[in-house]
């Protein structure tokens, strides 16, 4: 259980005496008293939101999860050089009169290293003069080579971070396996668009790969305990934050190494419980996303019938693009392709759902099959120039459409969940009641194994063997235990309900 900072305590019991008058009431309304005082008070709501316990975080790529810093570090230790001209990490020999020095040499020279991260991520991307759609998606191949071997420091990284912020569950996109099967099918001809889905669905050559990418997984998993000495007695912030993962599939490579990519996704959540879905990534508006786009959409859709189970796991970035970026005729149709083609169950941006013909009858149908939109509020302003009134936000809200909050790419966008909580609360109507259902939404969207927990996001109301429980409460039944114990997504709803109880404790 996380309790309040002593820094948080010491504000409160000033703040206490300074602004609440007339003696708040209780827990949850005591808190509801104090968020809103302090929300036009961008210091005390960040400590408010970095302690308010935060669901999970659905939409989050881990290469973009890292800083810029920790690259840095680690291509140091492991000899790499940089090129100073395109800012990529590169292999030994490095070469300092030729623009490559060793990333060691250069660790400490700040002239150097705030180039390096300015180039890692969208670090004052005003300045430059390319768009931030652009500084955007160039960073990732300039810090992947350093993530080589650390993909465990990467998860230490991430689950730390979401430790100390009260997260409970890290949802995480990661495409390990994926440069094999684009090479498997540019080696095979029978991954060819002609060739009979059918016929590929039990490939051996992507078997194989499943069973090594599983492989890479309990490597990657063991060096991040390992990295945050997760056995030892005293378990580090990050051991217990729960980690479930999505096959990522770089939608922008030809049509059959995009199918070999996706055949892996679905092998990998079929025999391996910790992958839990499938999303499709990079540019959407990239020439080769927008020409394949339907086609994918109609594969995706095709395979998940061959692999019964896996239909409630696929998440798609759908709708990350805006008028001007594409041609009006790629507007307002590739959320609903992705709903109705592919069986999209929830849905990364929707940015352009606006340009819908039907957009209402869209979102009306979204809210009523809960399907949930993954908001990336700082990532849209960054890429697409989508902020306030113009995001889509509101019109979710409007039409009962499930959201819940996200970072995309917490370490290129140099921010955290707690900065998209505080950015939602400072752009737009958001009540204490708000929090606790985008919070709770994190984990009852997620694609967690097991039943859930709750009747409802909103209430908190818990349902069935569980129903009038209250955890931290009265002793739970047998029923309530056994039911907790078989369903995880219910194990960790339960654990937010119980943090929730702490955190407003506080404000007692
Ligand atoms: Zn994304």
Not at 69 to 74: A, C
Not at 375 to 384: E, K, P, Q, R
Not at 443 to 462: D, Q, V
């Amino acid at each position: 259980m996380k309790l309040l900072r002593p820094f948080n305590l010491i504000i409160l019991t000033v703040a206490s005496a300074m602004f609440i008058t007339g003696g708040a009431a209780a827990g949850e309304a005591g808190a509801q008293a104090w968020f809103e005082q302090v929300k036009g008070e961008p210091t005390l709501l960040r400590g408010f939101l970095y302690d308010f316990p935060k669901g999970g975080d659905l939409h989050n790529h881990l290469d973009g999860a890292v800083y810029a810093e920790s690259y840095i570090r680690w291509a140091a230790e492991d000899g790499k050089c940089i090129d100073l001209e395109s800012f990529v990490i590169i292999s030994p020999p490095c070469n300092a009169e030729t623009g490559r020095p060793a990333v060691q040499d250069i660790r400490y020279d700040s002239s150097v290293v705030n180039r390096i991260i300015d180039a890692f991520s969208v670090r004052n991307y005003e300045r430059r003069p390319v768009s931030g759609h652009d500084q955007f998606f160039s960073t990732f191949r300039r810090f992947a080579p350093a993530g080589v071997l650390h993909e465990g420091d990467m998860l230490a990284e991430a689950s730390a971070r979401a430790a100390a912020q009260n997260i409970i569950y890290l949802e995480l996109m990661q495409s390990y396996g994926m440069a094999e099967a684009r090479r498997l099918a540019a080696d095979n001809k029978e991954f060819h668009v002609d060739t009979p889905l059918s016929r590929l669905i039990r490939h051996g050559g992507i078997e194989e790969l499943a069973a090594t990418t599983i492989k890479k997984l309990d490597r990657v998993e063991r060096q991040w305990r390992e990295t945050l000495s997760c056995d030892q007695a005293t378990v580090a912030p990050g051991c217990d934050v729960a980690i479930r993962y999505l096959a990522q599939v770089i939608r922008v490579f030809p049509p059959e190494q995009v199918l070999a990519q996706t055949l892996l996704a679905f092998h990998l959540i079929e025999k391996d419980p910790r992958y839990v879905g499938l999303n499709f990534v990079a540019p959407e508006d990239h020439p080769v996303a927008l020409r394949d786009y339907r086609r994918q959409m109609e594969m995706i859709g095709e395979l998940a019938g061959h692999f019964p189970g896996t239909e409630n796991g696929i998440t798609l970035h759908a709708g990350e693009v805006v008028m001007g970026l594409v041609p009006p005729e790629h507007l307002g149709w590739h959320i609903r392709a992705a709903i109705e083609v592919a069986g999209a169950r929830r849905i990364g941006h929707g940015i352009d759902i606006f340009y819908d013909t039907e957009a209402r009858q869209l979102m009306e149908r979204m809210a009523e099959q809960d399907i949930l939109v993954e908001i990336n509020l700082t990532s849209n302003d960054v890429i697409l120039g989508i902020k306030g009134d113009r995001h889509p936000l509101k019109a979710y809200r409007k039409y009962g459409v499930p959201i819940a909050l996200s970072t995309d790419d917490e370490g290129v966008s140099r921010i955290d969940l707690t900065h998209e909580y505080q950015r939602a609360v400072e752009t737009y109507e958001v009540s204490y009641a708000d929090l606790k259902y985008l919070s709770r939404n994190a984990l009852a969207y997620s694609f967690l194994e097991g039943r859930g927990l709750l009747e409802s996001t909103r209430t908190g109301k818990f349902a069935g063997e569980c129903e009038g429980a209250e955890p931290g409460g009265k002793p739970i039944s047998k029923s309530c235990r056994k039911f907790l114990a078989e369903n995880k997504k219910a194990e960790l709803q339960w654990e937010l309900e119980k943090r929730f109880k702490a955190f407003e404790m506080a404000y007692d």
